[in-house]
Protein backbone atom coordinates (compact mmCIF):
# COMPACT_ATOMS: atom_id res chain seq x y z
CA UNK A 1 0.00 0.00 0.00
CA UNK A 2 1.86 3.10 -1.31
CA UNK A 3 -0.13 6.33 -0.08
CA UNK A 4 1.47 9.28 -0.24
CA UNK A 5 0.05 12.07 1.66
CA UNK A 6 -0.05 15.68 0.07
CA UNK A 7 -2.22 18.72 1.62
CA UNK A 8 -5.76 18.07 0.61
CA UNK A 9 -8.04 21.29 -0.26
CA UNK A 10 -11.82 21.43 0.36
CA UNK A 11 -12.23 20.72 -3.57
CA UNK A 12 -11.12 17.59 -2.74
CA UNK A 13 -13.71 16.81 -0.10
CA UNK A 14 -16.37 17.71 -2.43
CA UNK A 15 -15.65 15.47 -4.65
CA UNK A 16 -15.27 12.93 -2.39
CA UNK A 17 -18.55 12.96 -0.98
CA UNK A 18 -20.90 14.92 -3.54
CA UNK A 19 -22.91 12.18 -4.47
CA UNK A 20 -23.83 12.02 -1.48
CA UNK A 21 -23.81 15.74 0.01
CA UNK A 22 -25.61 16.89 -3.21
CA UNK A 23 -28.99 14.76 -2.51
CA UNK A 24 -29.03 15.33 1.41
CA UNK A 25 -29.04 19.33 1.19
CA UNK A 26 -32.20 18.70 -1.14
CA UNK A 27 -33.47 16.69 1.55
CA UNK A 28 -32.64 18.67 4.18
CA UNK A 29 -34.27 21.65 2.37
CA UNK A 30 -37.03 19.59 1.73
CA UNK A 31 -37.56 18.93 5.29
CA UNK A 32 -37.06 22.56 6.50
CA UNK A 33 -40.02 23.28 4.22
CA UNK A 34 -42.04 20.66 6.14
CA UNK A 35 -40.93 22.06 9.00
CA UNK A 36 -42.58 25.70 8.04
CA UNK A 37 -45.69 24.10 7.02
CA UNK A 38 -46.45 21.77 9.61
CA UNK A 39 -46.09 21.94 13.54
CA UNK A 40 -44.31 19.39 15.56
CA UNK A 41 -47.83 17.84 16.79
CA UNK A 42 -48.91 17.29 13.37
CA UNK A 43 -45.76 15.60 11.79
CA UNK A 44 -45.31 13.33 14.79
CA UNK A 45 -48.87 11.89 14.55
CA UNK A 46 -48.20 11.74 10.63
CA UNK A 47 -45.72 9.36 10.99
CA UNK A 48 -47.26 7.77 13.95
CA UNK A 49 -50.45 6.40 12.05
CA UNK A 50 -47.44 4.62 9.19
CA UNK A 51 -47.44 1.00 10.91
CA UNK A 52 -47.36 -1.50 9.60
CA UNK A 53 -46.54 -4.96 10.30
CA UNK A 54 -43.13 -5.15 8.21
CA UNK A 55 -42.18 -1.69 9.70
CA UNK A 56 -42.90 -3.04 13.16
CA UNK A 57 -40.29 -5.58 12.10
CA UNK A 58 -37.55 -3.67 10.35
CA UNK A 59 -36.98 -0.28 11.69
CA UNK A 60 -36.13 -1.39 15.42
CA UNK A 61 -33.06 -3.35 12.87
CA UNK A 62 -32.33 0.17 11.52
CA UNK A 63 -32.39 1.45 14.66
CA UNK A 64 -29.79 -0.67 15.89
CA UNK A 65 -27.21 0.26 13.37
CA UNK A 66 -27.17 3.63 14.67
CA UNK A 67 -26.01 2.41 18.06
CA UNK A 68 -22.16 2.75 19.06
CA UNK A 69 -21.79 -0.61 19.68
CA UNK A 70 -22.30 -1.11 15.94
CA UNK A 71 -20.21 1.71 14.56
CA UNK A 72 -16.76 0.66 16.83
CA UNK A 73 -17.57 -3.45 15.16
CA UNK A 74 -17.31 -1.82 11.85
CA UNK A 75 -14.33 0.44 12.73
CA UNK A 76 -12.65 -2.98 14.59
CA UNK A 77 -13.53 -4.41 10.83
CA UNK A 78 -12.18 -1.95 8.78
CA UNK A 79 -8.89 -2.02 11.09
CA UNK A 80 -8.13 -5.27 9.71
CA UNK A 81 -7.33 -3.75 6.54
CA UNK A 82 -6.32 0.38 7.25
CA UNK A 83 -5.87 1.68 10.39
CA UNK A 84 -6.52 4.92 8.71
CA UNK A 85 -9.31 4.69 7.82
CA UNK A 86 -10.88 3.05 10.62
CA UNK A 87 -9.17 5.97 12.78
CA UNK A 88 -11.27 8.44 10.49
CA UNK A 89 -14.31 6.65 11.55
CA UNK A 90 -13.78 6.62 15.17
CA UNK A 91 -13.09 9.47 15.72
CA UNK A 92 -15.50 10.81 13.88
CA UNK A 93 -18.32 9.26 15.82
CA UNK A 94 -16.24 10.04 19.38
CA UNK A 95 -16.33 14.04 18.30
CA UNK A 96 -19.80 13.78 16.90
CA UNK A 97 -21.08 11.92 20.02
CA UNK A 98 -19.71 14.42 21.80
CA UNK A 99 -21.37 17.56 20.50
CA UNK A 100 -24.77 15.82 20.41
CA UNK A 101 -24.37 14.77 24.07
CA UNK A 102 -23.55 18.72 24.83
CA UNK A 103 -26.34 19.49 22.91
CA UNK A 104 -28.63 16.94 24.88
CA UNK A 105 -27.79 18.55 27.95
CA UNK A 106 -28.18 22.10 26.94
CA UNK A 107 -31.74 21.81 25.03
CA UNK A 108 -32.89 18.77 27.59
CA UNK A 109 -35.95 18.11 25.26
CA UNK A 110 -38.58 15.43 26.29
CA UNK A 111 -39.16 13.17 23.78
CA UNK A 112 -42.52 12.08 22.61
CA UNK A 113 -43.53 9.40 25.51
CA UNK A 114 -43.02 12.16 27.70
CA UNK A 115 -44.50 15.24 25.46
CA UNK A 116 -47.64 13.54 24.42
CA UNK A 117 -47.90 11.53 28.30
CA UNK A 118 -51.79 13.07 28.77
CA UNK A 119 -52.37 11.49 24.91
CA UNK A 120 -50.20 8.57 24.84
CA UNK A 121 -53.87 6.65 23.89
CA UNK A 122 -53.47 8.33 20.49
CA UNK A 123 -50.18 6.78 20.13
CA UNK A 124 -49.02 3.39 18.82
CA UNK A 125 -45.92 2.13 20.65
CA UNK A 126 -44.33 -0.93 19.46
CA UNK A 127 -44.46 -3.98 21.89
CA UNK A 128 -40.94 -4.54 23.56
CA UNK A 129 -39.47 -0.98 22.60
CA UNK A 130 -38.26 0.57 25.76
CA UNK A 131 -39.43 3.89 25.42
CA UNK A 132 -36.86 7.17 26.42
CA UNK A 133 -38.28 10.16 27.92
CA UNK A 134 -35.35 12.68 27.98
CA UNK A 135 -33.03 14.57 26.37
CA UNK A 136 -34.51 13.98 22.88
CA UNK A 137 -32.88 17.33 20.69
CA UNK A 138 -30.97 15.74 18.92
CA UNK A 139 -30.94 12.39 17.60
CA UNK A 140 -27.97 10.78 18.91
CA UNK A 141 -28.58 7.67 16.58
CA UNK A 142 -29.33 10.28 13.87
CA UNK A 143 -26.01 11.72 14.37
CA UNK A 144 -24.03 8.62 14.62
CA UNK A 145 -25.17 7.06 11.11
CA UNK A 146 -24.75 10.37 8.97
CA UNK A 147 -21.71 10.93 10.51
CA UNK A 148 -20.31 7.25 9.28
CA UNK A 149 -22.60 6.79 6.28
CA UNK A 150 -20.35 10.03 5.22
CA UNK A 151 -17.06 9.03 6.40
CA UNK A 152 -17.61 5.75 4.46
CA UNK A 153 -18.53 7.89 1.20
CA UNK A 154 -15.41 9.56 1.82
CA UNK A 155 -12.93 6.97 2.52
CA UNK A 156 -14.09 4.19 -0.32
CA UNK A 157 -14.79 4.95 -4.56
CA UNK A 158 -17.39 3.64 -5.04
CA UNK A 159 -19.92 6.21 -6.18
CA UNK A 160 -22.95 3.64 -6.36
CA UNK A 161 -22.15 3.40 -2.61
CA UNK A 162 -22.72 7.13 -1.55
CA UNK A 163 -26.06 6.90 -2.42
CA UNK A 164 -26.74 4.19 -0.95
CA UNK A 165 -25.07 5.22 2.22
CA UNK A 166 -27.33 7.94 2.28
CA UNK A 167 -30.56 5.67 1.84
CA UNK A 168 -29.24 3.75 4.90
CA UNK A 169 -28.71 6.57 7.14
CA UNK A 170 -32.09 8.23 6.21
CA UNK A 171 -33.63 4.72 7.23
CA UNK A 172 -31.86 5.17 10.40
CA UNK A 173 -33.15 9.02 11.00
CA UNK A 174 -36.59 7.77 10.14
CA UNK A 175 -37.07 4.74 12.56
CA UNK A 176 -36.39 7.15 15.83
CA UNK A 177 -39.34 8.54 14.61
CA UNK A 178 -41.32 5.63 13.88
CA UNK A 179 -40.44 3.78 17.16
CA UNK A 180 -41.19 7.46 18.84
CA UNK A 181 -38.06 7.44 20.19
CA UNK A 182 -37.57 11.52 18.31
CA UNK A 183 -39.61 14.23 17.04
CA UNK A 184 -38.78 15.22 13.33
CA UNK A 185 -36.77 18.34 14.23
CA UNK A 186 -34.47 15.74 16.57
CA UNK A 187 -33.58 13.60 13.38
CA UNK A 188 -33.30 16.52 10.96
CA UNK A 189 -30.76 18.33 13.78
CA UNK A 190 -29.05 15.11 13.93
CA UNK A 191 -28.52 14.88 10.46
CA UNK A 192 -26.91 18.00 10.40
CA UNK A 193 -24.53 17.90 13.45
CA UNK A 194 -23.37 14.46 11.87
CA UNK A 195 -22.66 15.32 8.74
CA UNK A 196 -21.34 19.33 9.10
CA UNK A 197 -19.13 18.26 12.36
CA UNK A 198 -17.63 15.22 10.12
CA UNK A 199 -16.70 17.14 7.12
CA UNK A 200 -14.83 19.64 9.63
CA UNK A 201 -13.45 16.63 11.19
CA UNK A 202 -12.30 14.85 8.36
CA UNK A 203 -10.89 17.95 6.84
CA UNK A 204 -8.77 18.78 9.71
CA UNK A 205 -7.18 15.78 10.76
CA UNK A 206 -7.14 13.47 7.20
CA UNK A 207 -4.50 16.50 6.49
CA UNK A 208 -2.31 15.36 9.18
CA UNK A 209 1.09 13.89 7.89
CA UNK A 210 1.07 11.06 10.08
CA UNK A 211 -2.12 9.11 8.79
CA UNK A 212 0.21 8.56 5.81
CA UNK A 213 3.49 7.09 7.88
CA UNK A 214 4.52 3.79 8.79
CA UNK A 215 1.59 1.46 9.83
CA UNK A 216 -1.20 3.51 9.98
CA UNK A 217 -0.87 2.66 5.85
CA UNK A 218 -1.86 -0.50 6.79
CA UNK A 219 -4.14 -2.61 9.21
CA UNK A 220 -3.87 -5.58 11.58
CA UNK A 221 -3.62 -8.30 8.39
CA UNK A 222 -2.67 -5.99 5.85
CA UNK A 223 1.16 -5.02 6.33
CA UNK A 224 1.81 -1.78 5.37
CA UNK A 225 4.45 -1.58 2.27
Not at 24 to 53: M, P, Q
Not at 126 to 150: E, N, R
Request: glycine share 6%; with cysteine.
Amino acid sequence: MSTEFSKKHLSHFYTKVWLFLVPYLVLLASCLVIKLLYTRDEIYFYINGLHTSWGDTVFPFFTMLGNGSSLIILALIIALFNYRKAFLLITGYALTGLVAQILKAIFDMPRPYLYFEHERTKMYLIKGIDMLSYHSFPSGHTVTAFSACITLAYLFKNKYLDLSLLVLACCVGYSRMYLSQHFFEDVTAGSVVGVVVTLFWLYFLDNRPFLYRGKWRGGLLIKAS
